[in-house]
Structure formats: C-alpha cells, structure tokens
C-alpha cells in the first residue's frame, strides 16, 4: 500500500498532528511492505519541506495558488497528485483544516473516505478503519471499496512518527495555475493572537464551563491558571454559545478532540457531548460545586467547591510552588 500523507503547517514548522497522521500511516503500510510519503502544499515552503523530509520523503507543490488555505485549491492541489496513481491511501490528521480540504478531495476522486480513525487492521488483504460515532458512544468499523481511498486519522490515537537517520528526497511538483480555486478567492484574516499552546496540541488544558459568568472572569480565572501552568485554555460549548469564550477554543463532539497528559475541567457538568472531545485524557482533574456532577465520574481528581474561591488559591500555590511551563 502506498499511503500520501497531507502535512499541515504554519509555513515553517510541521503542526504535531501531522507528525501522530504520518505515525498512523506507517503503521498502516508496514504489513504490505508499503510505501508513505508527504504532501507539502503552500507558497514558501521550503523550510517546511526541509522539516518534512526528516521523516519521509516529501512531494512539495510550493505555488502562489496555495498561499492562503482555500478549501477549493488545495482540495484540487491534491486531487492532482493523487491522479498520478501513485497513492492507494490519502491520509491527514483529523481538524478543521482536514474536514474543510479532505471531503472535497475524496469527492474527485469518487468519493471512498473515512473521518476520524482511531484504529485500523488488516483483514483479508484491506484495511478496516474504527470510527467513534454518536460522541463516541458507538464505533463503527468502516471498509471502504476503489481506490484511492481517503481518511482522517484522529491524532491522539496514534504515536508521532520519529525521524530518520537521514533525511529523505524533497520531489517537487508544478501544477498550472488553472488548477486552483477559481469560485472562491481569500479576501482576509481575523485571528486573535495568543501566547497559549493550541488546545489540540497542549500537554495540559484547563478548561473553563458555565460556572463562569463573563469574558472577564474566563480570562482572569481559567486563563490565569493556564498562564501559571503553561497551558492551554478550553472551553465547555456553553460558554461559546454564551459568547464567553471563543469558538476555536470549544472543546468536545462538535469542538476540538483532545487528549492531554492533563485536563482540568472548571464549573463543567461533563455532559456526553463534552466528554466525547477530552475523556481520553491521561489525567483528568475536576472542580465543581456540585458532587454529583456527572464529570466526577470521568475525573481521577475531584474537588468539591467554588471555582470562583479554588482557582485563585491554586494560582497562588502553583506560582509558590514556582511551577513551569508544561504546555
Ligand atoms: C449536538 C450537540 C453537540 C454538542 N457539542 C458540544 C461540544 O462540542 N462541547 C461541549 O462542551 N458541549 C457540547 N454540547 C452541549 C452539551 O450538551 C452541554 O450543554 C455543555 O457541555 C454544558 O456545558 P457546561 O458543562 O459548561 O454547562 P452546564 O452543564 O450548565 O454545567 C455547569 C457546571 O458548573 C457547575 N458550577 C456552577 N457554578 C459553579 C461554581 N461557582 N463553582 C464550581 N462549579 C460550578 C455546575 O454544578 C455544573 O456542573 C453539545 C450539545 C449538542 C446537542
């Protein structure tokens, strides 16, 4: 089997996801003896397909049609390179840069994708897929028939794949400019800036729910913690909906799936469409005013109190304790 794997980048540096992405397609070529290289698509994009090339070989199409990330573009950038016949198998880490690019992708190609891998075996000469459905409730086992065949692979189910001894050949490719988005043009960004990790990628995430009652105090009290911590902040969908908390920091079935070494939820119940997004945390820590909350159940840690009391006085013993960045 001959699996391409799409890398997902800020320009320079390979996103972690992508390393857990190449991760999965190693394993998932190993028993046919197959073969797994990189896609590296963007304009600029030579220090990426340096990095890239640490871990496999990479095919890198650096065009000014793939500056920006329009779904269009880079849907049809990788349509492209799959029509060679090279690749049985197109994979990519499940996000929001995936589920935008990869449906359009399969979609030219007839179709034949899987979301979400969280496992995968070989049985009677295919590769079966395990997808999580219904927030996790049930996992559906997925075969999937032609070739190529395109799927997400969900990150924390995977180890990241290790570099080489040596680095590995950068092939590049040129598309003629007609390939690109031609029903959709990038007209800006609004983007706010943060020191914090990325919720998706943090080793520890602390996660502020309905307990809290404005942005003020979300930031003072879960964005305090995480600062003292390294952390990244999270966010129960309530405050989102509320408009408390922003939507790229929503964790759960319909926000990021995460799986840090520790997860510390504040004023969240733990309803199933919560615990869908982070209870394959390594540790998960939980604050709560209510002893029956239904997150204590998924909790290895629980305190029973205010979060408007605790959070201060954990901030003050941490910054006691001199605690260290861990994000
Ligand atoms: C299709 C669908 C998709 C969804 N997707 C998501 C998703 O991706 N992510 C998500 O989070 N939700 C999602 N939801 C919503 C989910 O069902 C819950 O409504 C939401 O998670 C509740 O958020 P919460 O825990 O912050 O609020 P609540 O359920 O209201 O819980 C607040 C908690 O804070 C505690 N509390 C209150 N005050 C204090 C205090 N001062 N100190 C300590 N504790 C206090 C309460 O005891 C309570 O347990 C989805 C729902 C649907 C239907």
């Known amino acids: 089997m001959r699996i391409l794997v799409i890398t997902e980048h800020d320009g320079t540096t390979l996103r972690p996801a992508s390393l857990s992405c ?112 219904f927030a996790g409730a049930v996992t559906a086992t997925i075969a999937l028939h032609g070739s190529p065949q395109f799927v997400t692979v969900r990150a924390s189910a995977y180890p990241a794949a ?55 105090d979300f930031e003072r009290y879960v964005g305090g913690l995480a600062d003292v911590l390294g952390a990244a902040t999270g966010s129960s969908r309530a405050l989102v909906d509320a408009g408390i908390a922003p939507n790229e920091l929503q964790v759960g079935q319909t926000g990021k799936i995460v799986a840090p070494d520790l997860y510390l939820a504040l004023g969240i119940s733990g309803a199933v469409q919560h615990l869908a997004g982070m209870k394959n945390s390594k540790k998960i820590a939980a604050v709560n005013s209510d002893p029956d909350a239904p997150i204590f159940e998924v909790a290895d840690f629980g305190f029973v109190g205010d979060v408007y009391a605790v959070t201060p006085e954990l901030i003050k013993r941490l910054e006691q304790n001199g605690a260290g960045a861990t994000g």
Request: with cysteine.
């Open 22 to 133: 190449l991760g999965f397609a190693q394993q998932a070529a190993r028993p046919s003896s197959g073969e797994v290289a990189w896609l590296v698509l963007g304009q600029g994009i030579a220090d990426v397909a340096a990095a890239a090339a640490q871990y496999a070989p990479v095919i890198a199409i650096d065009a000014a049609g793939l500056e920006h990330e329009l779904a269009e573009s880079y849907a049809r950038a990788i349509a492209e390179v799959v029509k060679s016949g090279r690749f049985d198998l197109v994979a990519a880490a499940s996000s929001t840069f995936a589920k935008d690019i990869f449906p359009r992708a399969a979609a030219l190609h007839g179709g034949a994708m899987a979301s979400d891998v969280v496992r995968h075996e070989w049985a009677d000469g295919r590769l079966l897929f395990d997808c999580p459905r």
């Open 162 to 216: 290790v570099p080489l001894s040596q680095a590995a050949t950068v092939e590049p490719m040129e598309l003629p400019p007609a390939t690109f988005a031609r029903r959709a043009r990038y007209e800006g960004l609004r983007s706010k800036q943060t020191a914090r990790p990325d919720v998706a990628e943090a080793r520890v995430v602390v996660s502020g729910g309905r307990a809290f009652k404005s942005a003020e």
